[in-house]
């Protein structure tokens, strides 16, 4: 099998992937040694009239919810093209932070479009791999060769726009979503050509079984991640605690500190730890979640040459006494694990989902079961008029509640007059109820806000352009159903 890179990057209504809606997707393919394989692909997909964007990531995007609608492609279309044209065995999936955003966007489209949401990432020899992290750690570890940029305080700064500029390489749109896979792709030219070494090895490491095998080999590892202080790079030397228990990775120690002042807290003072603000004063617990199948950015401690040691301030005396000091403590993974059981404890009610809450935000509630494969692949290929035959047929009560929302969404045209009621009904419950709280309101109120503040023709087209958009999803009964005096 011919393994590839596909290089992709989504523009987005928000940042949140259960939410929010993928406007834009774009990508190219190359080869292994990085020359282009075929042609882009670039498609704008629709918004659904159920959406109300935020308007300050279409400020960044540029792409109205009009130019989605006149220029885009449904979302069961788009993912046709996806999956037939783009996910193709043997594909590498990369991006810039893509792991942890583009990624669960592109879980989210196929699960409430009834796709298996997971296959994609590792079904038939694909994988997927993020240069964000292969950046962070090449400053940290070899530098040499690159230019690297800081941000207007003066801090290091991986931003995919600052390394492009700063070496020269072709980016002609920041936030477009064919020039940002296409600066990516300069930028991994660029490390591949500088310190073909270290990228190499990190490709290697991009599999989970070969992250697990160094993580577990009982010896203290480097870990670049953004949950580290961009004063060392994002670069820290770790050990493992023990393996995570509720997902598939580790708990790992950052070994620039003494466990000592941990190792006696109890388990609800750690889980207390562990939940810490920038405000507050006392350090944070540094214990971290490093997850197998996320291609994390890691490497033996002999990959620590001298100039990075001083580079990163890492003095190995201290860290090898660090992890003396954590292999002598007893059952310090124990009462991690019971902090960990506390802060979920809190998670869940502070986070209850209400009864008319939709299901297809439900994608980490479990697995699909095996029973419904077929049937989802059934759905993919029928034609409107017959997938509430099939879809009676489902067995997860979470699929059975989306086919009225994806039919709706996908399928307008096809809907009786009460699948219309009942389609409007579920728009004015999610968009408009709750009056100056609703969603409708708090997005006429930020335009507003935007508007009065707004010093650019171009900026206050857009945001005129998302109240007329605003107007136009309105159902038809709104005006007298609702109080208007309720939305000033």
């Known amino acids: 099998m011919t393994q590839t890179f596909f290089f992709y990057d989504l523009e987005t209504t928000g940042f949140n992937s259960r939410e929010a809606r993928i406007v834009q997707f774009a990508g190219q393919r190359t080869s292994l040694d990085l020359k282009p394989i075929g042609n882009p692909v670039d498609k704008l997909i629709k918004i659904t009239e159920d959406i109300l ?12 919810p009009q130019a989605t609608l006149k220029n885009g492609i449904s979302e069961v279309d788009f993912l046709k093209v996806f999956n037939s044209e783009v996910n193709l065995p043997g594909t590498i999936f990369v991006g810039f932070n893509n792991i942890r955003f ?3 966007f592109i879980r989210f489209i196929q699960y409430r479009n009834f796709y ?28 040499l060769g690159i230019k690297w940029p800081f941000d207007s305080e003066g801090n290091p700064s991986n931003r995919l726009e600052y390394l492009a500029e700063i070496n020269n390489l072709i980016h002609i749109k920041a936030h477009d979503a064919l020039s940002d896979a296409n600066a990516t792709v300069a930028v991994a030219q660029l490390i591949m050509d500088k310190q073909l070494k270290l990228f190499s090895f990190l490709l290697q490491m991009r599999s989970k079984d070969r992250v697990k095998e160094l993580v577990n080999k009982g010896e203290p590892f480097i870990y670049t991640s953004g949950k580290y202080d961009s004063e060392f790079e994002k670069t820290t030397v770790v050990a493992s605690v023990g393996e995570h228990p509720k997902s598939n990775g580790a708990l790992v120690y950052d070994l620039r ?21 920038p405000e507050e004063k006392r350090r944070k617990l540094p214990v971290k979640t490093l997850q197998f199948n996320r291609s994390p950015a890691i490497a033996p401690l002999s990959t620590l040459d001298k ?5 990163l301030k890492i003095d190995l005396k201290k860290i090898h006494k660090n992890y003396e000091k954590l292999l002598a403590i007893k059952n310090w993974p124990g009462k991690l694990y019971q902090a960990i059981d506390i802060l979920d404890e809190a998670s869940t009610q502070t986070n209850l989902i209400a009864p ?3 299901k297809d935000n439900e994608l980490y509630e479990g697995f699909l079961p095996a029973v419904d494969k077929n049937v989802i692949v059934a759905i993919q290929k029928s034609q409107p008029e017959n997938l509430d ?5 489902l067995s997860d009560q979470r699929l059975k509640s989306m086919l009225p929302l994806y039919k709706a969404r996908n399928f307008r045209d096809s809907l009786t007059p009460e699948e219309v009621k009942a389609w409007e009904k579920y728009r004015v419950n999610k968009l408009f109820s709750g009056g100056p709280s609703s969603q409708y309101a708090k997005f006429v109120t930020q335009i507003q806000y935007m508007l009065s503040q707004t010093t650019t023709s171009k900026s206050e087209g857009i945001l005129k352009d998302l109240l007329a958009y605003g107007e136009s999803v309105k159902p038809s009964s709104f005006d007298e159903e609702l109080d208007k005096e309720s939305l000033k």
């Open 53 to 64: 964007p935020d308007p300050g990531a279409v400020l960044v995007t540029g792409i109205t």
């Open 102 to 104: 583009d990624d669960e």
């Open 116 to 143: 298996e949401p997971y296959e994609w990432q590792w079904k038939d020899g694909r994988l997927r791999w993020d240069m964000l992290d292969v950046a962070r750690m090449t400053r940290a570890l070899r530098p």
């Open 257 to 277: 500190f003494d466990p000592t002042e941990f190792s006696e807290l109890s388990p609800q003072t750690l889980a207390s730890y562990w939940k810490w603000q």
């Open 307 to 311: 100039d990075s040691q001083e580079r």
């Open 356 to 358: 008319d809450y939709p």
């Open 389 to 393: 035959q099939i879809g009676a047929k």
